[in-house]
Structure formats: structure tokens, C-alpha cells
């Protein structure tokens, strides 16, 4: 049984107050218990502060990337240990990273196993831009930076690692793959290449998640899939009527 996870990105968005106002909607609507895990990644400047409102709270705490290295001289880095503080879990190799800020495979690697040490959940970013998915190149992009990604990777527990599929040509853009083509590629190429890695098992018990324009309109669409067990989310996480709305599709 994978418990489905609805992850909201907030990326470079609210202030600390913004960011208090948004989750004492979300503490005061979701219950207590819940049959959906819910996490939220506020930027860096938030997680105190939130870490505190949150303690007795089941929302989870996110942090958007960290460094691979574990202390010293880096400039504006912020480590595995210290985001640990005040976070259950990471985003690393988020397209926007890659895309903006250089980050290749072999770095992700680094920082997937820096999450690890610190005792971090990973959720590893995966996707294919439309130009690689117009060459057919969708499953042989996914299968290396899975591969490269994932190499030498522990996964004593495959509740403590999950994947994102976010096709490129869907974040922010309003365009989203269709769920049953979503389906058919978690189970035609992502789950076999985690299998290779740790068995299928294992491969049958990591949480896959689809991230890409999801809206409280089409989460149900994805949500009925097998397949995909949540969904992270950008845009619409950043406020609290569309991602309640989406937490409810999945529960
Ligand atoms: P979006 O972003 O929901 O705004 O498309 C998703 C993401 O970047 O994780």
C-alpha cells in the first residue's frame, strides 16, 4: 500500500507572514488525521517559523533543494543537517534547477545521498523537455537521470524515497500529460529501472508522484491512476481553496 502524498512547491513565493496566513488556512481545514499525506516546501526563510506553528500538525515540512556538501566555505548554501532541522523532506533536481541553475545528474546524485546522511526524504525530480519527447527520446532521458540519479543509493526503505515525473513542457504551462499516458510510463519505464535497482518489490513500494500544471479541475483525472500516487504541485499550492482541492481529490 503507497499512501498518496500531495506535495506543494512553493518555490520563490511568500514572505514569512504570507507563509504563516497560507498555513493556518490549510491547520484549520485539514483534519488531523488524514488517509493523504500532505507536505508543503516554503522557501528557506519560512522553516522556522513554520516548523514551530506546525508541531503538532500532520502537514509536512519541505525544504526545495540543498547543497551536497555537508558544511564550510560555501556561500549561500544551506546543508542537508540545517534544512533537517525544521524539514521531513527535499526536492532535489527539480527541472527549474537544471535548467537554471546547471544541476546534471552526477550533482543530484550527490545531493540525493547528502539528503539521505541527513536523515532527509528525497523526492527526486525526473522529466523530459517536449523537444526530447517529440524525438522519442521520453524513455531514455527518464531511464538515465533515474540511473544516474539513483546511483549507489540505498533504499533499505522505500517509504523514504519518492519520484517526481514532471514532464518539462508541463510546469507552469497549463498543458498536462494525459494520466493514462502518465500511467503506462511509471509502469513501462520508471518502476522497471527502481526495480533494477532494488527489486521489484521495493520498486512496487517507492511513491511516484506527477507534478505539471495540476489544478483541483484535473487532479481526479490523475489521482485514478494506479500509477501515480500524488501529485506534486507549484502554482496552485500557493493557494489554499486549489490546494485543499486537490487533497480532497486524492483522499
Ligand atoms: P506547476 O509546477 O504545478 O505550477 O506546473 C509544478 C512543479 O514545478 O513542481
Not at 513565493?13 to 485539514?30: D, G, H, S, W
Not at 500532520?58 to 534544512?83: D, H, P, R, V, Y
Not at 535548467?99 to 539521505?116: C, T
Not at 491512476?225 to 499550492?237: C, N
Request: with cysteine.
Amino acid at each position: 500500500m503507497r499512501v498518496p502524498l500531495i506535495a506543494g512547491n512553493w518555490k520563490m513565493n511568500k514572505t514569512e507572514n504570507e507563509a504563516i496566513a497560507l498555513v493556518r488556512v490549510l491547520m484549520q481545514r485539514l483534519g488531523p488525521e488524514n488517509d493523504v499525506e500532505v507536505l508543503i516546501c516554503p522557501p528557506f526563510t519560512s522553516l522556522s517559523q513554520l516548523h514551530k506553528l506546525l508541531v503538532s500538525s500532520s502537514l509536512l515540512l519541505g525544504a526545495q533543494n540543498i547543497s551536497e556538501k555537508t558544511s564550510g566555505a560555501f556561500t549561500g548554501e544551506i546543508s542537508g543537517k540545517m534544512a533537517a532541522e525544521f524539514c521531513t523532506h527535499v526536492i532535489l533536481g527539480h527541472s527549474e534547477r537544471r535548467a537554471y541553475y546547471g544541476e546534471m545528474d552526477q550533482l543530484i546524485n550527490q545531493k540525493v545521498k547528502a539528503a539521505q546522511d541527513a536523515g532527509l526524504i528525497p523526492i527526486l525530480c525526473i522529466g523530459e523537455t517536449l523537444e526530447e519527447k517529440d524525438s522519442g527520446l521520453a524513455t531514455s532521458v527518464l531511464t538515465s537521470q533515474l540511473k544516474t540519479g539513483l546511483k549507489e543509493i540505498f533504499c533499505d526503505d522505500p517509504s523514504r524515497l519518492i519520484i517526481a515525473y514532471e514532464p518539462v513542457w508541463a510546469i507552469g504551462t497549463g498543458r498536462t500529460a494525459a494520466a493514462a499516458e502518465i500511467s503506462d510510463l511509471i509502469a513501462r519505464v520508471i518502476r522497471p529501472v527502481l526495480g533494477g535497482l532494488w527489486g521489484e518489490k521495493a520498486a512496487n513500494q517507492i511513491r511516484i508522484l506527477y507534478g505539471g500544471s495540476v489544478k483541483p479541475a484535473n487532479a481526479g483525472s490523475f489521482f485514478n491512476q494506479l500509477e501515480i500516487d500524488g501529485a506534486l504541485v507549484g502554482g496552485a499550492s500557493l493557494f489554499a481553496e486549489d490546494f485543499l482541492g486537490i487533497i480532497e481529490k486524492a483522499s
